[in-house]
């Protein structure tokens, strides 16, 4: 069984949101000509939008982490997403140097040793990047949704990142039958893993499948007690800071 067949439904006014979604990325694009993101973790959430910019033409860029620990399933799916709707995603890795000196320091898997150590994998791998990201950004896009976590309850549609960038959350609102009829009714590609009980997909070691009725990211970092489980991108003061400048000559990686 598809997460199609387990989670679209049609629900009351569905029409509605996805009217004022649009909206808001339409008015967003016009506020941040040219300096507007979408970063993508290429989550079902994320495929939605990306879809709503690609079939209403929107001047959004489209960016992603390629954190080097990745599924082979999601990068499959950058690649079939370029093809289906002709546009370049951007992709930003990890520092080599860094990554490296903290594996020979710590193992393949020192994210599972603590909170720290996996904290600053996060870093290494997600927060710097992002950093390189969102360089000569005013605006950034996500698919956050207040149904998601309890941390997420109140996501706002419209934010406020450490730097003063907008932060958008345009699906805050939607439910996960919301997200899956979207995807039905317009053929949306995903990632297969969502069709293994994988809702909320990260690093390939720090994602896990879930059972029916667990929370819907009980599978990251499953390891951790629930209060922990957020790797820094979307938490307010996670100190980018701390980790070595990003070289201004970085850039942006495609194939």
């Given at each position: 069984?598809?997460?199609?067949?387990?989670?679209?439904?049609?629900?009351?006014g569905?029409?509605?949101?996805?009217?004022?979604?649009?909206?808001?990325?339409?008015?967003?694009?016009?506020?941040?000509?040219?300096?507007?993101?979408?970063?993508?973790?290429?989550?079902?959430?994320?495929?939605?939008?990306?879809?709503?910019?690609?079939r209403?033409?929107?001047?959004?860029?489209?960016?992603?982490?390629?954190?080097?620990?990745?599924?082979?399933?999601?990068?499959?799916?950058?690649?079939?997403?370029?093809?289906r709707?002709?546009?370049?995603?951007?992709?930003?890795?990890?520092?080599?140097?860094?990554?490296?000196?903290?594996?020979?320091?710590h193992?393949?898997?020192?994210?599972?040793?603590?909170?720290?150590?996996?904290?600053?994998?996060?870093?290494?791998?997600?927060?710097?990047?992002?950093?390189?990201?969102?360089?000569?950004?005013?605006a950034?896009?996500?698919?956050?949704?207040?149904?998601?976590?309890?941390?997420?309850?109140?996501?706002?549609?419209?934010?406020?990142?450490?730097?003063?960038?907008?932060?958008l959350?345009?699906?805050?609102?939607w439910?996960?039958?919301?997200?899956?009829?979207?995807?039905?009714?317009?053929?949306?590609?995903?990632?297969?893993?969502?069709?293994?009980?994988?809702?909320?997909?990260g690093?390939?070691?720090?994602?896990?499948?879930?059972?029916?009725?667990?929370?819907?990211?009980?599978?990251?970092?499953?390891?951790?007690?629930?209060?922990?489980?957020?790797?820094?991108?979307?938490v307010?003061?996670e100190?980018?800071?701390?980790?070595?400048?990003?070289?201004?000559?970085?850039?942006?990686?495609?194939?």
């Amino acid at each position: 069984m598809s997460a199609i067949d387990l989670y679209a439904r049609a629900t009351p006014g569905f029409e509605q949101r996805v009217a004022a979604t649009l909206g808001r990325l339409a008015d967003a694009a016009a506020s941040h000509a040219g300096r507007i993101v979408q970063a993508t973790s290429l989550g079902v959430e994320d495929m939605v939008i990306t879809d709503l910019i690609a079939r209403h033409r929107l001047p959004i860029a489209i960016a992603t982490l390629e954190t080097g620990r990745l599924h082979a399933e999601t990068l499959a799916l950058a690649d079939a997403t370029e093809r289906r709707y002709g546009l370049v995603i951007e992709r930003f890795r990890p520092e080599a140097t860094a990554t490296l000196h903290f594996v020979r320091e710590h193992g393949e898997l020192a994210m599972r040793q603590s909170v720290e150590l996996r904290k600053t994998c996060c870093a290494l791998r997600k927060l710097e990047p992002l950093s390189r990201l969102l360089q000569g950004r005013t605006a950034w896009v996500t698919g956050l949704r207040r149904e998601q976590s309890d941390a997420r309850a109140e996501v706002p549609f419209d934010d406020t990142d450490d730097a003063g960038r907008a932060k958008l959350n345009p699906l805050a609102d939607w439910s996960q039958a919301d997200v899956w009829h979207y995807v039905e009714r317009h053929g949306v590609p995903y990632n297969v893993l969502h069709d293994r009980f994988y809702p909320s997909i990260g690093c390939e070691p720090c994602t896990r499948a879930v059972a029916l009725g667990e929370d819907f990211r009980a599978g990251r970092w499953w390891w951790e007690q629930a209060s922990a489980k957020e790797c820094g991108l979307h938490v307010a003061g996670e100190a980018v800071s701390l980790l070595p400048a990003a070289s201004s000559t970085l850039e942006p990686q495609t194939p």
